[in-house]
């Protein structure tokens, strides 16, 4: 299979437009059998229920070549299954899992020429996502949707590939204490897109976001997980009902308790714990790992002993054993990959 003609060492995280995409359309009460097409654009009701009432949802994973020349992508069931809760939770219909997945290895495999070379640093990103498609101008559920599923190309989430991170604590809520933080709505991103200009205009790769009802402990970033390790050398993450259940962040556990031989904790961590930690991370399918170097909380600098220019050695332990049971040279626990091709 020829590869696309892409300069794949120097791509960002952006949508460049591959050759398939599938869709299925959900229509009186029933999903149909669902079709790859070329066409990369939707045509829908100018009362749609995405368009007037935000009623979506999406998904996100990666597919990766290996060292031995395969294309896998990696914990699928998980997203499928994690789609399913963000459906219930905004009155969709769910698409079943089975469905989910075999949608995942069409579009992936009638897109071969778009993986990314073992070694190139880039991936193929997936993007499931699911909308209200039909007309509905009282507040209420539509009747009519589309799920679809499309992927492209990318390099790293943020510019600069590994080197550490400087993030605020923002003054902006990102979700509530039983609101919708831990599903992955598309409102939940469009409210934070004020928070992420400010923050980048004033100089901020990310907001870490507290919790909403008392301002104390450490929720996530608009687009990722945190990770901590302790200077004792436990690996620590926020535990929340408001946080998005990161698969990334999942399986950073189990590499850490069962690859790495470290302790871990999921446990509420306050603010006020932050200045104690020795390293810090963002997790999730974008962002891998990307470490932390400092954070600012309101003029205050938080900086941690890592430092500023390369990964803290745990974390750096931990990105190179994720990477690598994604890229086939460390074995993966049962189940995690999926062979596509
Ligand atoms: N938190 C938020 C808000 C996200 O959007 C994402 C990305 O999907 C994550 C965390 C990381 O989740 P995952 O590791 O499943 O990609
Ligand atoms: C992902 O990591 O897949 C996400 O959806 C995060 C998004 C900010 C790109």
């Given at each position: 299979m020829e590869k696309a003609n892409i300069d794949w060492g120097n791509i960002g995280f952006g949508y460049i437009k591959t050759d398939k995409r599938y869709v299925s359309d959900y229509k009186n009460g029933a999903w149909d059998e669902g079709r790859l097409t070329d066409d990369n654009q939707i045509v829908i009701n100018e009362c749609a229920g995405v368009l007037q009432y935000a009623q979506t949802c999406f998904e996100g994973l990666k597919a990766y070549t290996t060292e031995d020349g395969h294309i896998v992508c990696f914990r699928p069931d998980l997203n499928a299954e994690r789609m399913i809760e963000s459906c219930k939770r905004l009155e969709m219909p769910v698409f079943p899992k089975e469905r989910f997945l075999d949608a995942v290895v069409k579009t992936v495999a009638a897109n071969e020429a778009y993986?990314?070379?073992?070694?190139?640093?880039a991936t193929l990103y997936i993007r499931p996502y699911m909308f209200g498609s039909s007309a509905v101008i009282g507040v209420k559920p539509a009747e009519e949707y589309q799920f679809r599923l499309f992927c492209t190309p990318v390099g790293?989430?943020?510019?600069?590939?590994v080197k550490p991170l400087t993030i605020r604590i923002s003054?902006?809520?990102?979700?509530?204490?039983?609101?919708?933080?831990?599903i992955k709505a598309g409102l939940n991103y469009a409210m934070s897109l004020f928070a992420i200009v400010d923050a980048h205009e004033k100089g901020f790769d990310e907001n870490m976001y507290l919790d909403?009802?008392?301002?104390t402990k450490v929720e996530e970033t608009g687009g990722a997980n945190f990770i901590f390790v302790t200077k004792d050398g436990k690996v620590v993450t926020p535990k929340s009902g408001s946080i998005l259940p990161s698969i990334t962040r999942r399986s950073l556990m189990v590499v850490a308790k069962e690859y790495l031989g470290l302790e871990v904790e999921e446990r509420e961590i306050y603010k006020d714990e932050l200045k104690d930690m020795a390293e810090c991370g963002l997790c999730g399918t974008a962002a891998v790992i990307s470490p932390v170097g400092k954070i600012n909380d309101h003029g205050t600098e938080i900086c941690f002993?890592?430092?500023?220019t390369d990964m803290g050695p745990v974390t750096k332990k931990l990105y190179d054993t994720l990477t690598g049971i994604q890229m086939g040279r460390i074995k993966a626990p049962e189940g995690w990959i999926c062979r596509i091709k």
């Open positions: 993986v990314p070379p073992y070694g190139s640093g790293p989430y943020f510019k600069g590939g003054d902006f809520d990102r979700a509530a204490p039983h609101g919708t933080g831990h909403a009802a008392t301002r002993p890592s430092g500023m």
